[in-house]
Every structure is written in structure tokens, then in C-alpha cells.
């Protein structure tokens, strides 16, 4: 039997992505996701004995002829029944049940499109639509909300940390490819750090196949590039192929993302309308989407990091948002830009 979820009650329960992460047999979930469940369920119940023992009622109810067969009827509300059970056993556990989320979600979606197209066409009078908001549109949202709920908490890497690593210490706790840390490496020379995304990611993939540019873009400010990748130290090469002789930095726990200010994105950042658009031209241009290969909501950056120090910063505001390195180097202070023409 699956344990109940505890209630999150103190604030910094809210305070992670991850804070919807089951520890020691139970998850801290906010308590609104478990009585919305209880809510549906309790609804679709009601619906399920409304339909049964009284068939007609809703035809009569919109000025509808009843139909011939009040069987098909009462099989919807079997169905509706049978939901209301699986939002029952849900209310549990919203995050280890959130296949049973899903479901109602889809049930949701469909039924607002159904109801609509029906209402549109004329088939249902438009005083029939107060089924649709009670049935379906109601809902929709707060399982929207739990789904992405369940996103945060089965995707990515807890921190090790509560607070994240300050520059300094970063610098000095990380190392490149070539055996440097961080801070050694950046006092010798200016470093382009391009931050990933998951290898999966057609972003990425994008960022790879243009490659020889970026680095011949920083080799011009006479900067070295540097690639940051958030899987195991070794494991980068079977993506990066040819392009393993580049310099990177493996920070498989998003440590090193966290201290340069880069968290995780959120819903928009990560599926909005600019997302779904900047991604379908790169399918298109053959960059693909392979499989998630690190933290799926790991939002990307640029910077140029000079003696321990960012000097120049390019966070991104979604994920197709691709480094731009020639607009970094514009933004470096006088002294920094004078220096990568000297270097």
C-alpha cells in the first residue's frame, strides 16, 4: 500500500524546484493538490449516481430529446465513477499518482474541446456549457498545476547544498577538462563559459553543430571557450564526437550552474509559444531531439569569467535562447576589452 503524502506546511518547503521530493517513504506536497483530488473525486461520484438514477434529468434540463437508449448514459456515468475512485486513491499520493493526473487531464482537455465543438456546431444549446465548466474547465488548471508539480519533482538533481556555491569557491572547487581549476585557468586568460543544456536538447544539439564558429568567435577576443555540460566527468564525449578536444567543465549536479545564477526554468521559459517555434525551425535544419541526457529544466547561459570574476553575463530567458558571443564581448568593461585584443 502506498503511504499517504505529507502536507508541506513551513515555507521553505516551497523554496526548491525539487521541493516536491519524496524522503524516507513520503512526499511534502502542498496540501491544495490533495484536496483538489478529494474535490474531483468527490465530484465525479456525484455525477456517476446522477447519471445512473437519473438519466433524463440533464436532457430535460437543457431541452433536449431524451435519447432512446439511457444505457449509453448510464455508462458515462460508470465511467465518470470509475475516475472518481482512481481521484480517491490519488489524494493519497499526487505525486506517485500522477499517471492517474494525467489521465484527468486528458479527460479535461478533450472534454472542453468536445463541448466546445458541439456548443460551435449547434449539436448542444449554449445553456448546455454550465456542464462544461463543471465537468471539465473547472479542473483543467489545478491538474495542469499538479502535472508540473510532478515535472519538478521526478526531473533533474537535488543540490547538495541549500545555499548555492559563492564565485569564489566555485572557482576554486571545479576543474576543467585539462586539469585546472577554474580559477587558475581564468587568471591566465579570459574564458567564454557556454553553459548547456541537456545533450537531448535540440538547443544544444544546435549549439554543437555551429561549434567551430563560437570558438572561432571567442579565439578573435582571444579568449579560450569553454563548455559546461551537467553529466559525469567522460561521459560528454559520446555527444561531443570530433568536438572532444574543446575545453568543459562536467557539473552533473548543476552546482557550478547555480553559483553563475542559472536555475531552473519554468513553464514558459522551458514550452512556450517562442520554445515551440525556435525549436521546430531547428528540427527542421536536422539538429533533432535525442533523449534527455541531464537536468531537462536546466536553464542555459553565456559568460566571460576573467580572474576569479564575471566580467559579462548573457543568462538566457528561455531555452532556445542560443549564446551570442559577439554581443558578450561588446558588453565587456573597457579594460577587459582591451586586454582580449593584447591576449
Known sequence: MAKSARCATRNEDYDSPMSFACKNGSCGVPCWMRKVLLAAACYHLLFAAWANFWPHLWFDWIGMERPNHPLMWR??????GVLGICFLIAARNPIQHWLVVLVGFVKFTFGIIGFGLAIYQQEIPLRAAWMMLADDLVWWYPFAAILWANVLAHTGVPPLRAEPLGI????????????????????????????????????????????????????????ELVLVHMLQNGKETQYLGERSGVIRIADPRCELYRAFGLGKGGFLEL??????????????????????????????????????KIVASQRAHSAADLPNLAELFQALPLSDSRATVSA
Open 271 to 308: 514550452f512556450g509559444p517562442h520554445v515551440w517555434w525556435r525549436g521546430a525551425v531547428a528540427v527542421f535544419k536536422g539538429c533533432g531531439v535525442g533523449h534527455l541526457a541531464g537536468d531537462g529544466l536546466q536553464m542555459p547561459g553565456a559568460f566571460l569569467f576573467h580572474d576569479g
Open 75 to 80: 455508462g458515462v456515468g460508470l465511467v465518470m
Open 168 to 223: 569564489t569557491e566555485a572557482a576554486g572547487s571545479y576543474r576543467l577538462s585539462n586539469g585546472m581549476t577554474l580559477a587558475e585557468a581564468s587568471a591566465d586568460k579570459l574564458l567564454a563559459m557556454v553553459f548547456l543544456r541537456h545533450f537531448g536538447c535540440t538547443f544544444t544539439r544546435q549549439i554543437l553543430r555551429g561549434l567551430e564558429n563560437i570558438q572561432h568567435e571567442a579565439k578573435l577576443h582571444g579568449a
